[in-house]
T-cell receptor, first 115, second 112 residues
Framework: GAVVSQHPSWVICKSGTSVKIECRSL??????MFWYRQFPKQSLMLMAT?????????EQGVEKDKFLINHASLTLSTLTVTSAHPEDSSFYIC???????????FGDGTRLSIL | QKEVEQNSGPLSVPEGAIASLNCTYS??????FFWYRQYSGKSPELIMF????GDKEDGRFTAQLNKASQYVSLLIRDSQPSDSATYLC????????????FGAGTRLAVHP
């Protein structure tokens, strides 16, 4: 149980393109979903916390207009990287939790490369 | 002081030995503690979680929690080369937030 599906796995696109990443909890309802970014050989960095039906809460230093998050249902959250540039190239990982204090379960991640 | 601290390693152990991974945290209100394993280039995978003081065992893994000392550890018995990965300690943030604070991770290398 506790499977989180994330798509796509890889994205390679030109600078200026907007990229949408989907995160789905397949066998549980996720009251909260999280979006992380990880650069090579660095630790996970939380970008934002997404609660179903409400606006996402962004961590300090993360541009909300750059990284648009939508959490339309209890099983789906999306992250859109708008007008992506090479510095946005990174490993983006979502996670989902059934409730407060419960484990977060991670998707397989999306490797984004902006040329 | 970092909110969650781990020795970055690498921690090198021979195959079959016990690997001991340690983590300290600063938020006394934290109630939930997690260990994740992350292979290079992959996303984290939940290994163990513990909520109460003491030990919790699951197969070759044992999580230990001491809230008074703000210390949580993970023991891996009979270590295998396939256990070689980065182990992330995560602690929930108190105050009604439903988010985890991650340590930077300890890299474990199990050599044959």
């Amino acid at each position: 149980g506790a499977v989180v599906s994330q798509h796509p796995s890889w994205v390679i696109c030109k600078s200026g393109t907007s990229v949408k990443i989907e995160c789905r909890s397949l066998d549980f309802q996720a009251t909260t979903m999280f979006w992380y970014r990880q650069f090579p050989k660095q630790s996970l960095m939380l970008m934002a916390t997404s609660n179903e039906g409400s606006k996402a809460t962004y961590e300090q230093g993360v541009e909300k207009d750059k990284f648009l998050i939508n959490h339309a249902s209890l099983t789906l959250s999306t992250l859109t990287v708008t007008s992506a540039h090479p510095e946005d190239s990174s490993f983006y990982i979502c996670s989902a939790s059934p409730g407060s204090g419960q484990p977060q379960h991670f998707g397989d991640g999306t490797r984004l490369s902006i040329l | 002081q970092k909110e969650v601290e781990q020795n970055s390693g690498p921690l090198s152990v021979p195959e079959g030995a016990i690997a001991s991974l340690n983590c300290t945290y600063s938020d006394r209100g934290s109630q939930s503690f997690f260990w994740y394993r992350q292979y290079s280039g992959k996303s984290p995978e939940l290994i163990m979680f513990i909520y109460s003081n003491g030990d919790k065992e699951d197969g070759r893994f044992t999580a230990q929690l001491n809230k008074a000392s703000q210390y949580v550890s993970l023991l891996i018995r009979d270590s295998q080369p396939s256990d070689s990965a980065t182990y992330l300690c995560a602690v929930n943030k108190s105050g009604g937030y439903n988010k985890l604070i991650f340590g930077a991770g300890t890299r474990l290398a199990v050599h044959p």
